[in-house]
């Protein structure tokens, strides 16, 4: 594929008709075509009223805790010995992950647009808690639908929904992981359109939401902007995130896409390498597609059928991305690298011995990563990395990884 | 230009019944069963045929064509191998309309070009890509017809009158009436609320209506066909074909027997309805 012109603004994106360049679109069955255009207008309503604008700052300051902190990670620093590595934590927002910025906005639109219930999809359960807090809170009925290998891989989430009175569907099509979960939540919505509001947890799907998911998670980047400024007094050298569907990268990256110094990252699952199939790198290996009502960048095989993918980490387990971060990708203003499962999981630990904080393994690869590059630049650069979520979900799957009997030790 | 699909319902409108629409999918189980099954249809009374291209993540699809479409997958079935059995069925069927049914990618990837070359020399009549909204004409929908190729529409319960003339404006062929909110194989529609619809669908435009989406039977077939040009017939043919499969999952003597016979006895049931 030749290069697009470099655009003026990266920003700009999508069109009227949720393009961002070649990719995004809205690729839906007909019966759900008037749902997403409902929803467009009900957006575009949104957007223009400073009365929701308020709303949802204010559930995001007093309900999810809101500034998250950006830290700055002094010990590992010292350990890679090269730029400074700051760390948004939005592990530490209510939930424990960055989704919950997400949910609040969307919950707050399907209430304006009189929708009774909700439905998520979710692949390590952390837009799934997120999704069934946010449904608790606002008195709706929630049922999330779960991959079946999910399921039993993240089963304190699992858990977590049900306390929170979300009706689990697990679902046994195809490998049980996130893009099974999605097919089933899409025939769900299709059945379901009177009533039904599908919170999509990554900015992914049919336009709007690549656009909404984007702008909700946008806080992430904004509140950095500002807070790296008044402890630095100036912006980042390199942003660094974990792209699954890539919605926490995009939340941390859209407000600085313009400012060209700075560096972007992103790091997608490398899983057991690229070589096989076994990883979940889909801009870094596959091709351009359309799935799940968007054209990107998708695992596929030369026959247009999508591969399952791999990755130790449930939340980057998706085949496809984001189109924005296809654009992105095309455009050259974002770099995506890969991290394997064992770099995930050697950052895992490295975070815990040397900050006292246990991520989650999405965010791990992106640590990995930052190992990988802060020794090698000057220690008056600075990195700033997305904490996205915190690691209590993951002990039980890095314990079955590193070959700990949890239940003797 | 007049398609097989154009001669086939001007046929049909001057017996004065509706047509019988049968789906099966592309090498379910595997290719040769699947070609079996194909070739048998029109004497068994299919008077237009769809045939599903499978495709991996099928998401308006029902638990019995996401099942067929896996066990075509696993016998090794391809976009190719799906024209070639077009092609194969035509050697001796010219006339019998086939439109081919299912998700835009497999297709893209293919190249949507080479693919409307290819569907056209293999006797292809018709498309209905699902997930190919009219926002995406320009895609395939205006390619196809360039092609000769009908480009078949979805009208759905919640296409209302605002967005209709959206979804009829580039559709060829027939237009297809899903019954029911829901996907593939889902509750039987009510053919009173079905017959309304069609009928305000008719008030718009002149191209003949075929309507979809849980029929299962050939009383359902005849109720539902007393107000359209056509009764689609897909998960419960799909599901004699899973019925009829050995412990190993492949196609015994009478599987390909066995379709047929539900495709005649549907068959009766259009065949009864007199407009």
């Known amino acids: 594929m030749s290069k697009p012109i470099e655009p003026n603004s990266f920003k700009t994106g999508p069109d009227e008709e949720g393009h961002f360049g070649i990719f995004g679109g809205r690729y839906v069955a007909e019966t759900l075509m008037p749902l997403i255009l409902e929803l467009e207008q009900a957006y575009k309503g949104a957007k223009a009223d400073p009365d929701f604008h308020a709303e949802v700052a204010n559930l995001n300051k007093h309900y999810t805790g809101r500034p998250s902190p950006l830290y700055f990670a002094e010990s590992l620093t010292a350990h890679l010995g090269g730029a400074k590595v700051y760390f948004k934590r939005d592990e530490l927002n209510h939930t424990g992950s960055h989704k919950i910025n997400n949910c609040l906005g969307q919950i707050l639109l399907a209430k304006k647009m009189g929708k009774t219930r909700i439905i998520a999809e979710t692949g390590a359960g952390q837009h799934g808690v997120a999704a069934a807090t946010v449904a608790a809170k606002f008195g709706l009925p929630c049922v999330v639908y779960m991959g079946k290998t999910d399921v039993e891989r993240q089963s304190p989430n699992v858990f977590r929904m049900k306390l929170l009175g979300a009706e689990i569907v697990p679902v046994t099509a195809g490998a049980g992981t996130l893009k099974d979960a999605m097919n089933e939540a899409l025939r769900d919505w299709v059945t379901n359109v009177d009533d039904t509001y599908y919170l999509i947890g990554t900015a992914a799907g049919p336009h709007p939401y690549p656009e909404l998911v984007r702008d909700f998670q946008s806080v992430i980047g904004k509140e950095c902007k500002e807070q790296m400024m008044e402890a630095e007094g100036r912006l980042p050298d390199m942003l660094v995130a974990s792209v699954g569907g890539g919605s926490n990268a995009i939340g941390l990256f859209h407000p600085f896409l313009d400012d060209k110094d700075v560096q972007i990252v992103g790091v997608e699952a490398g899983g057991h390498g690229l070589d096989g199939d076994e990883h979940c790198a889909s801009l870094s290996a596959g091709k351009p597609g359309v799935l799940h009502g968007n054209r990107t960048f998708l695992l596929q095989d030369d026959d247009g059928q999508i591969l399952e993918g791999h990755s130790i980490s449930a939340g980057l387990d998706y085949p496809g991305i984001g189109p924005e971060h296809s654009y992105l990708k095309d455009t050259g203003r974002v770099e995506y690298v890969p991290i394997m499962d064992t770099e995930a999981l050697e950052a895992f630990q490295l975070l815990c011995r040397t900050e006292g904080i246990i991520p989650a393994l999405e965010p791990s690869h992106a640590l990995a990563e930052v190992v990988k590059r802060a020794p090698k630049m000057g220690k008056d650069k600075i990195i700033v990395m997305n904490l996205c979520g915190r690691g209590d979900k993951d002990v039980f799957t890095v314990g079955k990884a590193l070959g700990v009997d949890m239940e003797t030790n | ?275």
């Open chain 2, 1 to 275: 230009m007049k398609t097989r699909i154009d001669t086939r319902f001007e046929a049909l409108k001057s017996e004065g019944r509706p047509g019988l629409v049968t789906f099966i999918m592309a090498g379910d189980p595997n290719l040769e069963a699947s070609q079996e099954i194909l070739n048998g249809l029109p004497n068994a009374g299919a008077d237009l045929i769809e045939i599903g291209m499978p495709f991996s993540d099928p998401m308006a699809d029902g638990p019995s064509i996401q099942l067929a479409g896996q066990r075509a997958l696993k016998g090794g079935q391809t976009l190719a191998k799906t024209l070639a059995m077009v092609a194969s069925f035509r050697k001796s069927d010219n006339k019998t309309p086939i439109i081919l049914m299912g998700y835009y990618n497999p297709i893209y990837i293919y190249g949507n070009e080479r693919f409307l070359e290819d569907a056209s020399a293999a006797g292809v009549d018709g498309l209905i890509i699902v997930d190919l909204p009219p926002e995406a004409d320009n895609e395939l929908c205006i390619p196809a017809m360039d092609h000769g190729i009908n480009f078949i529409r979805l009208a759905t319960p919640t296409t209302d009158s605002d967005r209709l003339p959206k979804v009829l404006e580039n559709t060829s062929g027939f237009l297809y009436y899903v019954s029911i909110t829901g996907i593939t194989g889902a509750a039987a529609p009510d053919p009173d609320r079905v017959g309304k619809a069609v009928a305000a669908i008719k008030e718009k435009t002149d191209i003949p209506v075929a309507v979809g989406f849980g029929v299962k039977t050939a009383q359902q077939a005849a109720a539902i066909g007393k107000g359209a040009d056509g009764v689609v017939v897909g998960s419960a043919l799909v599901s004699v074909i899973l019925d009829h499969l050995d412990d190993q999952g492949e196609a015994g003597p009478d599987t390909a027997k066995a379709v047929h016979e539900l495709v005649s006895d549907l068959a009766s049931g259009v065949q009864s309805v007199k407009h």
